[in-house]
């Protein structure tokens, strides 16, 4: 694989960090008037040291992270990603074993300071906004899926951090930095994966304790790595049996309190332990309320599992495109280098736009988020009074569509090119010797986890169909980034079809023929909000850039405009 600095050598990337992205909003919102430094003036509290003082300081530290993840993802984890994939991983005796290189890898992450970035700096965490989390994800997908799910797993702690009370948070969290736990999702079962509401799992309450009997499967990482600890963030039936997701609530368990039955024999990310993970009364901890499992806590980790499968759409197929421009530049055929031949130069080019298209929609989800949570979990901790519910509330309402946006949007494109990097390579990109093949095995579970495509579009359509004309927030916020821009007549148009497609959906008599076309619907405001997105940042672009992102902007609406034409087609 392509061996540089992945942040530092990537002009996209950078582009968006030194002058799209709007730092000053988002410094805002999450160093809380530096907060955490003031908090370490008083009590040098040795986790708050690094804590920025300033906006440039904020924004050096940002830098500083990315430009170690970009050296350790792109000099060291993709050199080994091969390795990874060829020699997997082997199960006995209950017990999984990981790459010995992938162990250390892992470890270095840890020695660096560089994990858990999703967890505040007062419980040990490096503490880092949304935006900041998906740019150095992106890089980690980059150089490799497995290693990645890997390093990251312990992030999903941030739910913890989210719902617990301060005592069971001062308990759990820094155990599961200091003791470098993976951790779980304990979500999915044999009979159950979409339809979690039917979850069987079982909770039961004795002598003021609880413990769960069940099975769940592709529990990742649940296993911990070579030796290190485990845990699993596990959905389980307080209620009674078929009292739906009400009934479902949310517990910690520890690794050593459940047993691994196996794990699964994969097409790609074969250095990703999938288990299956036997509870038979296994001591839990309950998390949060009892009752709110499903329908509040899994839904607000989803949230960030779907932000991480965008930037997974994000940085894989960074790495699909690199690999497939360097082969193109250097492969000869007809006397000429085969990226100038018109077919592969169209392969190229749409690889290059929707990687720009895909990276927006990435960074505006996070940004979304960042955009109420770190507000929300103030007021929850009562370390800032009430009065901004409605800001929240907007927010959360507009990133509850954009984030299953993001997932559909970039799982479905990242797949289509990666078919198309191994198109470029030729008989070669069908051979394992080159990396686009396993580029093209590991993307292909983005649209099946952290619920499917389908999932996705049944989880955004109805904010979409009520927002675009209704009163909804999500029609609010794409009207307004509409207004604050001059839309080009392509994009106009763009939203007038949309609004067509929409009316189109909306005339269907019947919920199964509705949910028949709802792919379409949601497509159709992806290619839009993705237009928004590219015409927003344009008042932003140095005047290097101008000429290529509008050219690429341009081609992407052109693009939409073709696809919109035959949605509108189909549905009517
Ligand atoms: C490698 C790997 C790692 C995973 N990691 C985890 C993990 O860490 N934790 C965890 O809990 N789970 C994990 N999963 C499980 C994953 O989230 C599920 O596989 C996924 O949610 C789909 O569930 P299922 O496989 O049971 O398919 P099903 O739910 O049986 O779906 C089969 C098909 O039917 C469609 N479908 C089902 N219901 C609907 C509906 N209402 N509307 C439209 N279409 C529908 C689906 O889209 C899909 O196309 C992992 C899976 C894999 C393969």
């Not at 992945?6 to 805002?28: A, C, G, M, Q």
């Not at 001591?283 to 509040?296: D, S």
């Not at 081609?555 to 189909?570: F, M, P, T, V, W």
Request: proline share 3%.
């Amino acid at each position: 694989m392509i061996q540089e600095n992945y942040f530092t050598e990537n002009k996209d990337v950078l582009l968006h960090f030194h002058s799209l992205i709007d730092w000053e909003e988002i410094i805002n919102e999450y160093e809380n008037g530096f907060a955490d430094h003031q908090e370490y003036l008083r009590s040098k509290d040795t986790n708050l040291e690094m804590a920025p003082s300033t906006h440039k300081e904020a924004r050096d530290y940002y830098n500083e992270i990315l430009t170690s993840y970009g050296e350790l993802t792109g000099l060291e984890v993709s050199q080994e990603a091969a390795h990874f994939d060829k020699e997997g991983l082997s199960f006995k005796d209950g017990i999984v074993t990981h790459p010995k290189k992938m162990e250390e890898l892992v470890m270095k992450f840890y020695s660096a300071g560089l994990v858990p970035v999703a967890i505040q700096r007062k419980y040990g965490g490096l503490g880092l906004p949304h935006i900041v989390k998906a740019l150095l994800t992106e890089l980690l997908y980059r150089a490799d899926t497995s290693f990645t799910v890997a390093v990251s797993s312990v992030n999903l702690a941030a739910i913890i951090q989210d719902i617990a009370g301060e005592e069971q948070k001062q308990r759990i969290i820094p155990k599961l930095l200091r003791d470098k736990y993976s951790m779980t999702m304990g979500l999915s079962e044999p009979n159950h994966g979409s339809d979690l509401p039917s979850v069987t799992t079982k909770a039961e309450l004795i002598d003021g304790k609880w413990y769960l009997t069940g099975t769940k499967r592709f529990q990742t990482m649940a296993c911990g790595i070579n030796g290190n600890p485990s845990a699993t963030l596990c959905l389980a039936r307080t209620g009674k049996s078929g009292g739906g997701a009400r009934g479902l609530s949310f517990f910690f368990v520890d690794g050593k309190d459940y047993s691994i039955a196996g794990i699964e024999k994969k097409m790609g990310i074969k250095a990703s332990a999938t288990c299956e993970v036997v509870y038979e009364k296994s001591p839990a901890e309950l998390l949060g309320k009892e009752g709110y499992g499903l329908t509040r806590y899994v839904m607000d980790m989803l949230n960030g599992a779907r932000m991480s499968v965008a930037a997974e759409g994000v940085g894989v197929s960074t790495a699909a495109y690199r690999e497939a421009l360097k082969f193109a530049s250097e492969r000869i055929q007809f006397g000429k280098p085969i990226k100038e031949l018109a077919p592969v130069k169209r392969m190229l080019d749409r690889m290059e736009r929707e990687i720009s298209a895909m990276r927006n929609l990435m960074l505006e989800g996070a940004r979304t988020v960042d955009l109420y949570s770190w507000k929300s979990l103030r007021q929850k901790n009562s370390e800032s009074p009430l009065g901004e519910e409605e800001k929240i509330k907007f927010w959360n309402g507009v990133s509850t569509v954009i984030t299953p946006l993001g997932k559909f949007y970039n799982a479905e494109i990242a797949n289509s090119l990666c078919y198309d990097a191994i198109q470029i390579f030729g008989g070669s990109g069908f051979c394992e010797e080159y990396d686009v093949a396993r580029f093209y095995r590991d993307i292909r579970i983005a649209s099946i986890w952290d619920g499917t495509s389908q999932i996705q579009v049944n989880a955004a359509i109805g904010g979409i169909v009520l927002g675009i004309y209704g009163s909804g927030v999500f029609g609010q916020y794409l009207k307004s980034e509409l207004n604050s821009i001059s839309a080009s007549v392509e994009l106009k148009q763009i939203f007038s079809d949309t609004e067509s497609i929409v009316n189109l959906y909306k005339k269907f008599p019947t919920s199964e023929e509705k949910e028949y076309f709802s792919r379409d619907v949601v497509m159709s405001t992806c290619r839009l909000l993705n237009g928004i997105l590219f015409e927003k940042q344009e008042a932003k672009l140095p005047t290097t850039e101008k000429e290529s992102r509008v050219k690429i902007r341009k081609d992407y609406n052109k693009e939409s405009l073709a696809e919109l034409s035959a949605i509108k087609i189909r549905l009517s």
